[in-house]
């Protein structure tokens, strides 16, 4: 079993949509938790961090975790075609100074105009 | 503007002929890592390094070389490609003492050995 679970999809969606995307996890240490985007041919960029339980929003992106659960969400409101792009979860905890990150595979989201 | 640059951006090689991909951040980082990505199978860490000549192996090492000479520079180092080193290359670097898990990357480098 892979230490973060992330469903690839595809998922598509009409522009305006609410899209939820959710990465699960094993490792009750992870602390730290992020969201990063990556468009095609690009670099994956920093989305969205959050430190240990509850929610945080910036513009049209929440982000959410439910550490009882294992269980991390993205929302993006009122998606736009600009929206499309991978979207990774990543985790880390915070024994060592590695700063090594936990990779889920990514979601590939489509927002059609 | 703040960058990590990598060069090259794409490249073609045949196996055994050594080749070099050069990062550059000018950031001022001290943590850099170097990363593949492939897939089905992620993002995963090969090399890092925590600040000038303190370099220490990610996941997936094997086949690679790194050194960090300079704060801003971290070249990846492949002394005999193999076809199973095909892969999108990605650099990456942050502040020690940011938050953990705030990295910025390169825009990848496209490797294939034939």
């Known amino acids: 079993q892979k230490e973060v679970e992330q469903d690839p999809g595809p998922l598509s969606v009409p522009e305006g949509a609410i899209v939820s995307l959710n990465c699960t996890y094993s490792?009750?240490?992870?602390?730290?938790f992020m969201w990063y985007r990556q468009y095609s041919r690009k670099g994956p960029e920093l989305l969205m961090y959050t430190y240990s339980s509850g929610n945080k929003e910036d513009g049209r992106f929440t982000a959410q975790v439910d550490k009882s659960s294992k269980y991390i969400s993205l929302f993006i409101r009122d998606s736009q075609p600009s929206d499309s792009a991978t979207y990774l979860c990543a985790m880390s905890a915070p024994a060592g100074n590695n700063r090594k990150l936990i990779w889920g595979l990514g979601t590939s989201l489509g927002v059609n105009p | 503007e703040a960058q990590v640059t990598q060069n090259p951006r794409y490249l073609i090689t045949v196996t055994g002929k050594k080749l070099t991909v050069t990062c550059s951040q000018n950031m001022n980082h001290e943590y850099m890592s170097w990363y593949r990505q492939d897939p089905g199978l992620g993002l995963r860490q090969i090399y890092y390094s925590m600040n000038v000549e303190v370099t220490d192996k990610g996941d997936v090492p094997e086949g690679y070389k790194v050194s960090r000479k300079e704060k801003r520079n971290f070249p990846l180092i492949l002394e005999s490609p193999s076809p199973n080193q095909t892969s999108l290359y990605f650099c990456?670097?942050?502040?020690?003492?940011?938050?953990?898990?705030?990295?910025?990357f390169g825009p990848g480098t496209r490797l294939l050995v034939l």
């Open positions: 490792n009750s240490a992870f602390q730290y």
């Open positions: 990456a670097s942050s502040l020690l003492a940011g938050p953990i898990g705030t990295q910025y």
